[in-house]
């Protein structure tokens, strides 16, 4: 439980007062009966959490940093932005601990209409509350970028608008150019394979942390919030 301590501090260097904040990260307890996650899991999380990012909050860039380990054959840069901005919350750019793993316990083990909210969201660039044919193609061209020479067969650079081509009129079912949470809804109610491959974040964003090599990247940037 002494992991989940925070305070702030004041560090002196070269003369310098050097203001870094500890954000303090809710009780363990609480953080248990708010996510899907057991305590040991999420000791397990922040363990690797604090060790990116001792200030207990993490810019974009560091989130993007972080999540491209995981994409080492491709460009993830583009796509953590994405994920980034569904993550955050209030804290001027950054994400705490309790926003990351509300967020990590929604996408890997929320319900399937938790799941959808969050896909939703993921596309809706603009918090507009549509689906244009334009954003899918950004965060679809996002998600062939990270995958990179993994995907089969290879990607060419229109091979993101010619799949977006071949899918948004089925799922925008009233053919109005843009697309409702009810309509997701209904497309993924016929093919519910796009909600089961969220499974991989519940593996892939903390369980390598205990694996993880012994020199992890470092949070780039500790700029207060």
Excluded at 75 to 95: C, E, K, L
Aim: with cysteine.
């Amino acid at each position: 439980m002494d992991e989940f301590k925070g305070k702030t501090r004041e560090e002196d260097t070269d003369g310098l007062s050097l203001h870094v904040q500890r954000y303090r990260p809710e009780e363990l307890e609480k953080l248990a009966k708010t996510t899907r996650f057991s305590k040991k899991e999420i000791q397990l999380i922040y363990r690797g959490f604090k060790q990116e990012c001792p200030t207990g909050l993490i810019d974009e860039e560091g989130f993007k940093e972080i999540f491209s380990q995981f994409f080492p054959l491709g460009d993830a840069t583009h796509y953590a932005h994405y994920v980034f901005n569904t993550f955050t919350r209030n804290h001027h750019g950054q994400i705490s601990f309790e926003d990351f793993l509300a967020s990590l316990s929604t996408v890997s083990r929320g319900t399937t209409q938790e799941k959808l909210q969050w896909i939703f969201g993921l596309y809706d660039v603009n918090n507009d509350g549509l689906i244009t044919k334009a954003e899918m193609v950004d965060v679809v061209s996002a998600i062939y970028e990270m995958m990179g020479r993994s995907t089969e067969p290879q990607v060419e650079e229109t091979s993101a608008k010619e799949h977006v081509e071949k899918i948004f009129h089925l799922i925008d079912a009233n053919q109005d150019g843009a697309i409702t949470i009810e309509e997701l809804a209904q497309w993924v109610s016929r093919d519910d394979t796009i909600i089961q491959s969220l499974s991989m974040m519940d593996t892939v964003l903390y369980t390598r942390r205990d694996t993880a090599s012994s020199s992890p990247p470092t949070c780039p940037s500790q700029s207060q919030p």
